[in-house]
């Protein structure tokens, strides 16, 4: 295993970005021919096992994903590296048999509509989770060695195998074929993670005498992670549920319009959440303090840029976004996605923190953010949907992810990682109200019709914005180059490579 050859952050960053693109790609291509393929009926069913299927995965996981990702990041040693990945997989894959029964027993019991006999279904959903974790077990061990290139390579496999697989399984045997399908698309995706894991990764043998020390340092980091898992899975679906508890489906529908808008501002944030807590663990085992703070400085300097730059465009787009994309139904969630736009910013921003203090030694004061910010999204919704609806919804959501971000910008002042640059904070403060101001009133004085808007307003705010930033120092004129001729040379080699091939 090549050790040694560890990616930067921002290398790092960018092949899971990759793979969260392919990711957004291929649920962009398989819902609109599944709802077609299976009727309206039948794809209920899917989307509800699927569901469940989810549910019972990341608990069965263990908080591993992250553990792994932690732990590996945080040694050199392949015996001790090959025991952690052992640990995680007869660990998740036990879990999720157990887990999975648990899960199988309450929908029976529900009475939950699953388009197919019980004992079938059951099969399916042990099958795919039992294969759901291996395949994630095999991705961590690369996210540990920094080597997030080949996870990105099994994700893309696994997201290929799903379009295909789940369609054609849906056109055969309906919501159960494609359940099938989606199922078989984790099985061959952990093959692959294995092969890969021990031609790669250096693992060339599954260890089942366990060690009891490793066992108990991942399993105890791992059961924080994923109470604080579950808490922002619940966090994120709570004000849906509760929405269609107090209100019509029609009210649901345009308060997932606005919820999914406005969390594409979390597209480069969550690459760079996922990278971190691996770059910080390996540099925190080695004392680099110093690298820490730099990384961290550049990360939040280029996430606040990028969910500025998107949620402030967003923000103002909002009706013709929604116009667009969603169809002129949806035009009232704008005031929503305005309000929960607030909240994803910052929220955004505290997906670079999260990692750090979570590497750190920090996990337990953050999950105790991430929990109370569950129940005071819980507690506001309840008060607030019945007499507010959709708004009322975006308001508790907004005000409990500034309950996370104030959480966790406290825990930070309290610890020994500090911001390199002092300066940066206010400078970006800075940056977003005059960017606020201006293109608000370049917003107000276009009157276009929406596509021709969102095209002017884009580019002329990105023109904008980039004004403001390289006068504040918040983006280098050196920065700008490099990139540029980083570009200019991957580009160069994929012309090359397409004329090598063509003669």
Do not use: C
């Not at 490793?214 to 929405?243: C, F, N, W």
């Amino acid at each position: 295993m090549t050790k040694s050859k560890r990616n930067t952050l921002f290398e790092s960053a960018g092949f899971v970005i990759i793979s969260k693109l392919v990711l957004l790609g291929s649920g962009f291509i398989v819902t609109p021919l599944l709802t077609r393929t299976l009727g309206q009926g039948a794809f209920g069913v899917f989307t509800f096992v699927v569901a469940i299927f989810g549910i019972i995965r990341l608990v069965s996981m263990i908080g591993f994903f992250d553990s792994l990702r932690k732990h590996i990041a945080e040694t050199n040693d392949i015996d001790i590296i090959s025991d952690y990945f052992s640990i995680g997989l007869i660990f998740t894959v036990i879990s999720g048999v157990i887990v999975s029964t648990g899960g199988i027993i309450i929908m029976v019991y529900t009475g939950a509509d699953i388009g197919a006999p019980a004992a079938s279904i059951a099969l399916i959903i042990v099958f795919g989770v039992i294969s759901g974790n291996v395949y994630q077990i095999s991705r961590s061990l690369f996210h540990g060695i920094q080597r997030e290139q080949i996870s990105t390579k099994i994700e893309i496999v696994r997201n290929i195998l799903y379009l295909v697989l789940t369609v054609i399984g849906g056109v055969i045997g309906g919501s159960t074929g494609a359940l099938v399908g989606f199922a078989f698309s984790f099985f061959v995706a952990s093959l692959y993670g294995i092969l890969l894991s021990n031609k790669i990764g250096g693992i060339s043998s599954i260890n089942i005498n366990i060690n009891r020390q490793h066992m108990d340092k991942l399993l105890r980091y791992g059961s924080l992670q994923a109470v604080g898992g579950i808490a922002a899975m619940l966090l994120y679906k709570t004000d849906i549920i509760l929405m269609g508890t107090f209100t019509n489906s029609e009210s649901v529908a345009v308060y997932k319009s606005a919820l999914l808008s406005a969390e594409l501002v979390w597209v480069i944030p969550s690459a760079i959440q996922v990278v971190l807590l691996q770059n910080i663990s390996f540099n925190y085992s080695s004392n680099n303090l110093q690298r820490i703070n730099e990384s961290l400085t550049k990360s939040i300097r280029y996430v606040s840029i990028f969910v500025f730059l998107t949620g402030v465009g967003i923000f103002f787009l909002s009706n013709e976004f929604l116009h667009l994309y969603f169809g002129p139904n949806y035009v009232s969630a704008s005031m929503p996605m305005r309000i929960l736009l607030l909240g994803t910013i910052l929220l955004g921003i505290t997906r670079v923190i999260s990692p750090a203090l979570q590497a750190t030694g920090w996990i337990k004061h953050s999950q105790v953010g991430s929990v109370l910010a569950l129940v005071v999204n819980i507690v506001l919704n309840i008060l607030l949907i019945p007499e507010y609806g959709a708004t009322g919804a975006a308001i508790g959501t907004s005000i409990s992810y500034l309950v996370i971000f104030v959480s966790n910008t406290t825990i930070f002042y309290f610890t020994d990682m500090n911001l390199s640059d002092r300066k940066l904070v206010p400078k970006l403060i800075v940056a977003f109200l005059l960017f606020f101001m201006l293109l608000g009133g370049l917003n107000s004085a276009l009157q276009l019709p929406p596509f021709y808007k969102i095209i002017a307003i884009a580019s002329s705010g990105f023109l904008l914005f980039m004004a403001i930033l390289i006068p504040l120092g918040l983006i280098k004129r050196s920065e700008i180059e490099s990139a540029y001729s980083k570009a200019m040379i991957y580009i160069t080699n994929v012309v090359d490579s397409s004329n090598v091939v063509t003669r």
